[in-house]
């Protein structure tokens, strides 16, 4: 296991969707045991693969004492509104508040390709919302909306240059 650097707002890997991972062997254990790893470390809820450089769909969470990891998610339920306070590792710094579903269904696979379900609400349903959305490309802030999205661009100009 390997804490990796994390890609900030301007890496292209950021914007790209993930391929899905199709294969579920040694290198797969070592990108879960690296996402887990990198997640663990505090004030992290979530870790998605493309913020480490790896263009798969992977993720790993660590919300409120639950953590683990999935493989392919796909948001298979969502219910309710939640709005709260969002960021995000790869744009240090900036929090918005954004409106997820209160509470989240999510399906895919383990390290060895058996199917895994993972059920969340409040900010675990945030949680795999967001770190769902990196593996499309889609950062938090693509999800604001009038002043919110307005401050959140207008704190990220303002930012020292990284």
């Known amino acids: 296991m390997t804490i990796q650097p ?11 969707a993930c391929d899905p991972v199709t294969r579920f062997d040694a290198a797969t254990s070592r990108l879960v ?3 887990l790893g990198s ?37 298979t339920e969502t219910s309710g509104e939640y709005d709260g306070p969002e960021g995000c590792l790869s744009i240090p ?9 209160m ?3 999510v399906t895919g ?8 379900t993972i059920a969340g609400s409040g900010e675990l ?7 769902t959305d990196h593996l499309r490309g889609i950062l938090y802030i693509d999800r604001l909306t009038g002043q919110h999205r ?6 990220i100009r303002h930012q020292p240059a990284r």
């Open 125 to 131: 349903s945030r949680c795999l919302q967001h770190e």
């Open 150 to 155: 307005k401050d959140a661009l207008r704190q």
């Open 93 to 101: 710094g900036i929090t918005a508040s954004t409106l997820r579903a």
């Open 39 to 75: 997640v663990l470390r505090p004030d992290r809820a979530g870790l998605a693969a493309p913020q480490i450089g790896v263009s798969l769909a992977a993720f790993s969470y660590n919300v409120e004492g639950r953590h683990g990891y999935i493989l392919n998610p796909v948001i």
């Open 103 to 105: 509470h989240t269904v």
């Open 109 to 116: 696979t383990d390290r060895r390709g058996d199917p895994v």
């Open 33 to 35: 045991d690296d996402l």
């Open 6 to 16: 994390l890609r900030l707002l301007g890496d292209p890997v950021l914007r790209t």
